[in-house]
């Protein structure tokens, strides 16, 4: 049977012992992989709401997924992820969302220590739109992982936000 959605997991970061739950995505600031998948069509399921303060001042924050091919038996070859849709929902923010990957040594990436820092093992930062822009992942093998840096831009002076939200999509070839 062919590689189905499912089968391809993004894991928040950020725990002593791999596989341990992580139900925090505030603290899914690189480390070691989770069991904890991230949940999909849930407000604030990675990144927390931009506050006043945020939204005056400007803010740039960092979270890490682990994207990984639990399929039993095939690769997904050609891997990218990419950004299907950026936030907007009609307001009048500007903030935006940009990736960039990092490998996996011993199931974990690099740390940050406040969602605020620079996580310095990623790679250039960039928001593709479609499969043929993405960012590559490589082929994942079964088992085989990546590490996702996902940043998110709040300019100076935009509006706080409590709904925001993007689309990212990790896309490949399989055997059929």
Known sequence: MAIVSTDI??????????DNPQTDPN????????????????????????SG??????????R???IQNKHASFTLYNAKAFLSVQPNGGRTTDEDI??????????????????ND???GAGAFSAPATYAAGIALGDLA?????????????PASTEASASANFTLVVQGDTLP
């Open 118 to 120: 620079v996580p310095g």
């Open 27 to 50: 603290a899914s600031l690189g480390g070691k992989r989770s069991s904890t998948e991230m949940v999909t069509a849930v407000l604030n399921n990675l990144f927390d709401d931009i």
């Open 98 to 115: 940009s990736i960039a990957t990092e490998a996996v040594v011993a199931n974990a990436i690099g740390t940050i220590a406040t969602e």
């Open 64 to 66: 890490s997924l682990i």
């Open 9 to 18: 997991k993004c894991w928040l970061t950020g725990v002593a012992v791999v």
């Open 142 to 154: 079964v088992d085989g992982q990546m590490g996702l840096w996902i940043k998110r831009l709040a």
């Open 53 to 62: 303060a945020e939204a005056n001042a400007g803010d740039t924050e960092y």
